[in-house]
């Protein structure tokens, strides 16, 4: 399995994304500020993957601490929690993951705990975080790779594979469990512009995987549905609001649309706590600006005229009615997904279907 990411002694190793597929390089980030610009750079990119990174750099600020006491150490928690919550607006898994250490900060400092035990139980939290995604991601592809056919050809956009997670993926997960199970798939990936993630990312992974994937230019979906190409479409998600609204790489949004005309599955994989159901819509959901070299720009030649303006949001909403299933780590949610969601969230990680089986 690719490691995406992992905690070393001298700091937070990560492979470079931005590098891919040319040269496979791992970089170690030696303080919470370096892993900061990393998620901000793209160094590492994926909403479970910053979710992950985030944990870690908390981990990390605290373990490097100069504070003399446990106010000091509070202050300094802070200010590291901030840096990090302001890297990337849109993955709710960040905030997710901070919100999980600020809990855990606070239990151990309200009971005065010594700072080796606070450090050393923020870094015991943070590989906690990332051996939880992985399980996740492994449980999201048996409830989804159900859904996918038997044989076909399954459309994906940007990357939710293994280098968007902690190991396996989400909407790469489910296609590498129905692989597993037998299954002859063929992906076809978008390449993702601005960023190219499908064409640099999905396909390396896929490749390294022995997966059948064919790189299309992202304006030639529409065409390979109309002649009857593809059989199913699946994404990931940066954040999913209460109704099913679904925010993911831009470009998603027209590939949900085409597929409704076709008459095509559009399915979403994504863990649990991809989902915001503190907000009842897209409408809610803050979208990326991102730099306009990545538009005006491509392997540092420019493309378009100097001086020319250019728009670039991360990411697009696309609203419930044309997703299909929602694929979560607790089971799959279908229409209305207002109370499937709902549901979900009641369950809680215990009501999943497998759990009786675990236990």
């Known amino acids: 399995?690719?490691?995406?990411?992992?905690?070393?002694?001298?700091?937070?190793?990560?492979?470079?994304?931005?590098?891919?597929?040319?040269?496979?390089?791992?970089?170690?980030?030696?303080?919470?500020?370096?892993?900061?610009?990393?998620?901000?750079?793209?160094?590492?990119?994926?909403?479970?993957?910053?979710?992950?990174?985030?944990?870690?750099?908390?981990?990390?600020?605290?373990?490097?601490?100069?504070?003399?006491?446990?106010?000091?150490?509070?202050?300094?928690?802070?200010?590291?929690?901030?840096?990090?919550?302001?890297?990337?607006?849109?993955?709710?898994?960040?905030?997710?993951?901070?919100?999980?250490?600020?809990?855990?900060?606070?239990?151990?400092?309200?009971?005065?705990?010594?700072?080796?035990?606070?450090?050393?139980?923020?870094?015991?939290?943070?590989?906690?975080?990332?051996?939880?995604?992985?399980?996740?991601?492994?449980?999201?592809?048996?409830?989804?790779?159900?859904?996918?056919p038997d044989s076909g050809t399954v459309l994906t956009h940007c990357n939710a594979g293994a280098l968007a997670t902690a190991g396996y993926g989400t909407a790469l997960g489910v296609i590498r469990a129905a692989v597993e199970s037998g299954k002859h798939l063929r992906v076809v990936a978008d390449e993702t512009r601005p960023f190219l993630q499908g064409a640099r990312l999905t396909a390396w992974e896929l490749w390294k995987d022995d997966i059948d994937v064919r790189v299309i230019a992202d304006n030639m979906a529409g065409t390979f549905m109309h002649q009857g190409l593809i059989d199913a479409v699946i994404v990931g998600a940066d954040r999913i609001a209460a109704n099913g609204d679904v925010a993911n790489k831009i470009g998603t949004y027209p590939l949900a649309v085409l597929a409704k005309q076709h008459d095509i599955p559009f399915y979403v994989a994504a863990p649990f706590s991809t989902l915001d159901l503190k907000i009842p819509d897209g409408s809610h959901i803050p979208i990326e600006q991102r730099d306009a070299k990545e538009v005006t720009h491509i392997g540092g030649v420019r493309i378009v005229p100097d001086g020319v303006s250019v728009f670039n949001p991360a990411f697009d909403v696309t609203p419930n009615e044309f997703v299909t299933a929602i694929i979560t780590d607790r089971g799959v949610a279908l229409p209305p997904y207002l109370q499937s969601l709902d549901r979900l969230r009641v369950a809680g990680p215990a009501g999943r279907p497998d759990a009786k089986k675990d236990s």
Do not use: C, H
């Open 1 to 148: 399995m690719i490691k995406t990411i992992e905690w070393t002694d001298e700091g937070v190793k990560m492979i470079d994304q931005r590098k891919l597929p040319t040269v496979e390089e791992y970089p170690v980030f030696k303080t919470y500020e370096e892993v900061a610009e990393a998620i901000r750079s793209m160094v590492i990119r994926g909403a479970p993957a910053i979710g992950v990174a985030a944990a870690m750099g908390v981990a990390l600020g605290v373990r490097d601490s100069k504070a003399k006491n446990l106010e000091g150490l509070r202050s300094d928690f802070e200010q590291i929690t901030k840096v990090l919550a302001s890297t990337r607006p849109t993955a709710v898994n960040l905030f997710w993951a901070i919100e999980r250490m600020k809990r855990l900060f606070k239990e151990l400092a309200d009971d005065d705990a010594d700072r080796r035990t606070i450090a050393d139980q923020l870094i015991q939290e943070a590989l906690a975080i990332q051996t939880e995604d992985i399980e996740n991601n492994k449980r999201m592809g048996r409830f989804g790779q159900q859904l996918l």
